[in-house]
């Protein structure tokens, strides 16, 4: 049974920094494209950023929503089967509940990250930015 947990959230002050973590079980997680989508109250969830394998290019390929780019980093470790979100320079918008989500082979990211085509997620982690 494939299962997901996230870890890592928290409260911290706008600026400040938190590390998701997404910790497979079940699968190899390095066989999969993760990806992390969040929703804050009363909005749509959005995705937020993706990792995938392409064997085009022979490596990890990267996804960032603009709302986060420059300011987060997503990587994998391998050995610890988890895939692993850096969020820094945190800003009350980034507010929400992040949720990490599991397709199988290589997710083409030309129309962004659509939820429906993740089969397996997480609980999510709640973060929450405020001064």
């Known amino acids: 049974q494939l299962q997901l947990v996230e870890s890592g959230g928290g409260l911290v002050q706008p600026g400040g920094s938190l590390r998701l973590s997404c910790a497979a079980s079940g699968f190899t997680l390095e066989y999969y494209a993760i990806a992390w989508f969040r929703q804050a109250p009363g909005k749509e969830r959005e995705g937020v950023s993706s990792i995938s394998f392409s064997d085009d290019v022979g490596d990890d390929t990267t996804y960032y929503a603009d709302s986060v780019k420059g300011r987060f980093t997503i990587s994998r470790d391998n050995a610890k089967n988890t895939v692993l979100l850096q969020m820094n320079n945190l800003k009350p918008e980034d507010t929400g509940i992040y949720y990490c989500?599991?397709?199988?082979?290589?997710?083409?990211?030309?129309?962004?990250?659509?939820?429906?085509?993740?089969?397996?997620w997480g609980q999510g982690t709640q973060v929450t930015v405020s001064s």
């Open positions: 989500a599991a397709a199988g082979g290589f997710y083409n990211t030309r129309f962004g990250l659509r939820g429906s085509d993740f089969g397996s």
